[in-house]
């Protein structure tokens, strides 16, 4: 494998990006950059801040005066861990609405690629738009996959909620990310789709090693 090796991971929520991705990481000593939980803490701040989040520049302003960091397993903003904060009811229903607008995309996507330059560009990044704009020319692209009822299952276990109410808050928040105007969650071109819907995790793990062993 190459020294500066990029390995793009996209797909809807709760399909097993960041349990995926974190194996693969870990497997190769790659760095793991969780781009969702960066939204998520971007979107924390604004609701901390109180601005009107219709306002764009308003929502726009504070996400550029936030400092974002991820190190050891931890989401920072502005030098506190937020990990817990962020995967609030409050944000996870805020993150699409702000995710969408393309300042703040902007801000966070420069704020990406350069983690990962301070990283030797030895990661592997997740998100939905990571092999389509973050990274196009990213080593390996990966875009999972999973029929709704399954990620419903994945998610529902993950955060205690029951299947019916995970299942519907996925798929509205899919259909948002995936039909917004600035970088929709979109195969890449050149990534390997790959349907996990009757794999488990370790499974997927152990397929996106054999196609990054290749490059
Ligand atoms: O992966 P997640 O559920 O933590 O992501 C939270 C939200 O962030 C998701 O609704 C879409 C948005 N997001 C995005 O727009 N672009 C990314 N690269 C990652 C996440």
Same mark, same amino acid.
């Given at each position: ?16 990006? /960041?349990?995926? /991705? ?26 901390? /801040? ?32 937020? /990990? ?28 990406? $690629? ?34 709704? @009822?399954? $990620?419903?299952?994945? $998610? ?20 948002? @990310? ?38």
């Amino acid at each position: 494998m190459a020294d500066e090796i990029v390995i793009a991971v996209d797909g809807p929520s709760g399909v097993g990006k /960041s349990t995926v /991705s974190r194996g693969v990481a870990r497997h190769f000593r790659l760095g793991h950059l969780d781009t969702g939980a960066l939204y998520r803490a971007a979107t924390l701040a604004v609701l901390e /801040s109180g601005v009107d989040r219709d306002d764009a520049e308003a929502v726009t302003e504070v996400v550029r005066g936030i400092d974002l960091d991820q190190a050891d397993g931890e989401t920072r903003l502005n030098g506190a861990d937020v /990990s817990r904060a962020i995967r609030s009811e409050a944000v996870t229903s805020a993150v699409s609405e702000v995710s969408a607008i393309e300042e703040v995309r902007h801000v966070l996507v420069e704020m990406q $690629r350069r983690w990962v330059f301070e990283h030797g560009n030895r990661a592997v990044v997740e998100g939905r738009d990571i092999g389509s704009v973050v990274f196009p020319d990213a080593d390996l692209k990966v875009y999972l996959t999973a029929d709704p @009822d399954e $990620r419903a299952r994945r $998610r529902s276990g993950e955060a205690g909620t029951d299947h019916g109410t995970t299942r519907a808050a996925i798929e509205r928040r899919d259909a948002f @990310d995936s039909t917004r105007a600035v970088s929709p969650l979109t195969v890449a071109e050149g990534a390997v789709v790959i349907d996990t819907t009757h794999l488990t995790l370790p499974e997927v793990v152990d397929l996106v090693i054999a196609e990054a062993s290749l490059v």
